[in-house]
């Protein structure tokens, strides 16, 4: 059973189109983050929602929208894309903050996207 | 602000071999550190979860130290195999729960 599952896997798109993202977490977890893995792999948090409420933005383009509509879903909608939003995106989950004692971290298996 | 090194990069090892990879941040005043594999393609796997009050964690042949003081952690593999090919990172929980990774170590077993 997948802890952590996000759709499409795969997403291939032109500039200027807008794209959804899909993430939902079957751990019972109240906490539900976006990552974004840029070409060097570097991981860097964009949204982090806690109970559908959004508590980190971390200067995220507008263009960039999550959406939470129950705890266990966190989705990510992308307006006007650009060639410089391809990436691979990680949908991650934790019981409780990370800065807590059960704050260990469960991701999805990503979603890459090519702008063209 | 907390920045998060792991060194080496990439790392080629004959299998069978122990091997230590690193991690160091610059702020002691973390919460926990956790360990994560990342296979070519997919998402990350967690390893192992070290709290800011332990100095070691263990599962199977990983052991994961921590020293707070002199901002280390170390991620010992005993007795590797090619399947421990992947990339490993670090990462720490940050202020407002931000999580800081590393950039990772590609580690390949040669068969």
């Known amino acids: 059973d997948t802890a952590v599952s996000q759709t499409p896997k795969y997403l291939v798109t032109q500039m200027g189109n807008d794209k959804s993202i899909k993430c939902e977490q079957n751990l019972g977890h109240d906490t539900m983050y976006w990552y974004k893995q840029d070409s060097k792999k570097f991981l860097k948090i964009m949204f982090s929602?806690?109970?559908?409420?959004?508590?980190i933005n971390e200067t995220v383009p507008n263009r960039f929208s999550p959406k939470s509509p129950d705890k266990a879903h966190l989705n990510l909608h992308i307006n006007s894309l650009e060639l410089g939003d391809s990436a691979v995106y990680f949908c991650?989950?934790?019981?409780?903050?990370?800065?807590?004692?059960?704050?260990?971290?469960?991701f999805g298996e990503g979603s890459r996207l090519t702008v063209l | 602000k907390q920045e998060v090194t792991q060194i080496p990069a990439a790392l080629s090892v004959p299998e069978g071999e122990n091997l230590v990879l690193n991690c160091s941040f610059t702020?002691?005043?973390?919460?926990?550190l956790q360990w994560f594999r990342q296979d070519p393609g997919k998402g990350l796997t967690s390893l192992l979860l070290i709290q800011s009050s332990q100095r070691e964690q263990t599962s199977g042949r990983l052991n994961a130290s921590l020293d707070k003081s002199s901002g280390r952690s170390t991620l010992y593999i005993a007795a590797s195999q090619p399947g421990d090919s992947a990339t490993y990172l670090c990462a720490v929980p940050w202020r407002d729960d931000k999580i800081i990774f590393g950039k990772g170590t590609r580690l390949h077993i040669l068969p």
């Open positions: 702020d002691s005043a973390i919460y926990n």
């Open positions: 991650a989950s934790s019981q409780a903050w990370v800065t807590a004692n059960t704050g260990e971290l469960f």
């Open positions: 929602y806690n109970n559908k409420e959004l508590i």
